[in-house]
Nanobody, 118 residues
Framework: VQLQASGGGLVQAGGSLRLSCAASGRMFMRYAMAWFRQGPGKEREFVALISPMGGDTVYAGSVKGRFTMSRDNAKNAVYLQMKSLKPEDTAVYYC????????????WGQGTQVTVSS
C-alpha cells in the first residue's frame, strides 16, 4: 500500500482544514487507517484511527470533538476534517495503514504540513 497525504496549509486559529490520504494498491478495505502528527520539537503522536469498514473511530483526547476521520473505500481514501484549529495543532500530519490482524502501522504517507497561526 502506498499512501499520499495532501490538504495541509496555513490557517488562522479557529479555522478549518480537510486532509486527504489517497491509497494505491488493492484491498484497501482490509486496512485500518490512522492519522499521526509530529509537531516542531515533539515526538510523533496518534491523532485518530478508523476501522477497515469505517464503522469505528478513535480519537486522541486533544482532538476529540474537533476532528473527524472518515473513509471512502470506493475511492481508496481517508480524510481528516479539522475544525476549531489551535496553534498547538501545528504539525506534519501523516496517514498510516495497518492490515487486519497486524500489530504495527506498516505503511506511511509522506506527511503534509499544517500550520495554525494565532
Amino acid at each position: 500500500v502506498q499512501l499520499q497525504a495532501s490538504g495541509g496549509g496555513l490557517v488562522q486559529a479557529g479555522g478549518s482544514l480537510r486532509l486527504s490520504c489517497a491509497a494505491s494498491g488493492r484491498m484497501f478495505m482490509r486496512y485500518a487507517m490512522a492519522w499521526f502528527r509530529q509537531g516542531p520539537g515533539k515526538e510523533r503522536e496518534f491523532v485518530a484511527l478508523i476501522s477497515p469498514m469505517g464503522g469505528d473511530t478513535v480519537y486522541a483526547g486533544s482532538v476529540k470533538g474537533r476532528f473527524t476521520m472518515s473513509r471512502d473505500n470506493a475511492k481508496n481514501a481517508v480524510y481528516l476534517q479539522m475544525k476549531s484549529l489551535k496553534p498547538e495543532d501545528t504539525a506534519v500530519y501523516y496517514c498510516a495503514a495497518k492490515a487486519i490482524g497486524g500489530a504495527e502501522w506498516d505503511y506511511w504517507g509522506q506527511g503534509t504540513q499544517v500550520t495554525v497561526s494565532s
